[in-house]
């Protein structure tokens, strides 16, 4: 385990600055702390981001909108089988135009959860990533086209928009000693559900080619093979989920409402998330890392 003295919570990053060998990270309480290197995994908000790529790539910074934004709710498993019925009791996803609902059991089938989703073509102007509504605003946005039993699971919902950023485009992961890791690299819409995969992921290569690291100037090595091998997986996870809400949504511009075009496309689309050779990428980040150190 981390030893706890290593381990620092209620902190806040005021900003970074790159030396020759070193990054100097100010907190917000004054705190000015000197690293070797410094990893990110702050969130699809985080500043981390910032330091990465303000300087070369400005307009890559901030998240974009995806188009969509959800509901949330949690109802008793009592109550969702006599609204749904057996629907209820497994993991399901309903379709329709510009909206899907998905539903699936939580607290050892005690609860079912549920994430509304809708569609819309308008931008995102909140200043937050959440926005507070009524719940008459909430049901008017399934009014049409949404079959009632599934609309009566609002009723457990806190009527709030969550609104669906990610990050479609990151050029690197790594400027020099600082470093990108999870959603502050590769925020993703869940309609593949591999946001929390894809993190682990980057933690199991980063670690792996930081485990190689025999002298503090090898670490911008260790980035640009975490890179390397990370970001075009990373990324192409982002772009195929958004794919993906296109097809729960009948919008894909190929697929349309086709129904067996659609099962059929999810029955395989999956399959290289899941069957991805992990060890393999460990051997490719090794390799490429002694390569730039030989190199150097």
Known sequence: MIPRENVRFS???????QGEDKVIITFEDGEVVTAAAVVGSDGIKGPTRKYVLGDRYPEEVSPTYSGKYVYRSIIP??????????HAGDSKTFLGHD??????????GTQCNLVAFKYSDKPWTHHQLTKRVTKEEMVADFSEGVDKR??????????LQW??????NTPTYYNNRICLLG?????????QASGAGQCIEDALVLSHVLGKVADHKQLPFAF???????????????????????LYSFSHPE?????????????????????HDLEGDLMQVEKLFSKLCDAA
């Open 11 to 17: 902190k806040r990053v005021k900003s970074m600055q």
């Open 163 to 168: 609104s669906l950023h990610h990050h479609m």
């Open 224 to 246: 640009e093979a975490y890179d390397a091998i990370r970001r075009p997986r990373g990324q192409k996870v982002v772009r195929t989920s958004q794919e993906a809400g296109q």
């Open 99 to 108: 909206v899907n609902f998905i539903t699936f059991p939580i607290s050892r």
């Open 77 to 86: 498993m009592k109550d969702a089988l006599e609204i749904i019925g057996e």
């Open 150 to 159: 599934l609309v009566k699971l609002l009723d457990w919902a806190d009527p």
């Open 255 to 275: 697929f349309g409402e086709d129904m067996d075009k659609i099962v059929d496309n999810f029955n395989q689309r999956f399959l290289w998330i899941w069957e």
């Open 183 to 191: 959603d502050s690299a590769h925020a993703t819409t869940p309609h």
